[in-house]
């Protein structure tokens, strides 16, 4: 079955809602005549829905999963989905000049809102990263299917939690320094690489309301998003970035206030007589 069209997958979690989960994926190399054939063996369901079955596996009635993809209508992120999405994973490569602006810029604003996102790999060049990071967000490459070492530099964060030191991926993408992105607020993960590369390859950032985590491992033309390793980690990453049950989803705008209350003397007035009722 094609999860881009599946049914979301409910809760029966009685004691809290579930994480609304929309996993999102560009579609291109699942459909491409060059890639089709290979991404069919290594990603029947497309990497989108390697990455749902992963989270749902893993999280089950904490979750409630659903994907949507470029090809949809307003790129499957309409109005009505991202108003029932708690966090987004986005994966894009080759098209990331399709998406449409009006859709980044309602992804934005929610992400400002309090929703959580997840760009993953190349998404560190989709519209919507570089919106959040005001960066390039450049950075050096090699596909030479390197292995990949993943080192966890922030031991007891959440995103590490039941991660092996260091998770080891036998063939994929090589990324390096200089990655063009402003300072992380934390640094969770550093990649190494066959050739000595390096690679910040795990960080997060608060942006208005929204928590943001960049995980780099992932490609089309490795079984990646198989690895329970990465499985675990996209997990924990949705559990990270899940906003507050309590969350508005509005984005912090200018408010115009109304004067203080109290001015001047009248301040000292008030306090005045409020001691007094105290200590009356």
């Known amino acids: ?19 609304r989960v929309t996993v ?12 089709r054939d290979a991404m069919a063996r290594l990603y029947p369901d497309g990497m989108h829905g390697a990455i749902a079955a992963g989270l749902t596996e ?3 009635d904490r979750v409630q999963v659903r994907t949507a993809t470029q090809d949809q209508p307003e790129h499957g992120l309409t109005e ?9 994973t986005w994966w894009g490569h080759a098209t990331h000049g399709g998406v449409d602006d009006a859709v980044v810029e309602r992804v934005y ?3 400002l809102g309090g929703m959580g996102l997840l760009p993953l790999h190349s998404a560190h060049f989709s519209k919507i990263f570089i919106k959040l990071m005001g960066t390039s967000c450049s950075l050096a490459w090699r596909d030479s299917g390197d292995t990949e070492l993943v080192w966890t530099v922030a031991p007891g964060h959440p995103i590490t939690e039941g991660v092996p030191q260091p998770i080891v991926i036998d063939g994929q993408e090589m990324y390096g320094e200089y990655f063009d992105i402003p300072q992380p607020d934390e640094q969770i993960f550093l990649s190494t ?23 780099s491992p992932g490609d089309q033309d490795y079984p990646v998003y198989h690895h329970p390793d990465i499985k675990r ?17 509005v984005a912090p705008a200018p408010a115009d206030m109304r004067p203080p209350f109290f001015q ?10 409020l001691a007094a009722e105290v200590s009356a």
Not at 2 to 19: F, G, K, W
Not at 24 to 35: A, K, Q, V
């Open 1 to 19: 079955m094609n999860l881009a069209e599946c049914p979301i997958v409910t809760s029966s979690n009685s004691h809290a809602a579930p994480i």
């Open 24 to 35: 999102w994926g560009e579609n291109y190399h699942e459909n491409s005549e060059r890639d």
């Open 58 to 60: 893993l999280l089950g």
């Open 80 to 88: 009505e989905v991202l108003n029932n999405t708690d966090v987004l």
């Open 109 to 111: 604003q929610r992400v």
């Open 193 to 215: 690489f066959t050739g000595g590369e390096v690679f910040r390859s795990g960080c997060t950032w608060r942006r208005g309301k929204g928590r943001v985590f960049y995980f």
């Open 233 to 249: 980690v996209l997990a924990n990453g949705v559990l990270w970035a899940a906003p507050a049950r309590t969350a508005d989803f």
């Open 264 to 273: 001047g003397a009248q301040l000292a007035n008030q306090g005045a007589q």
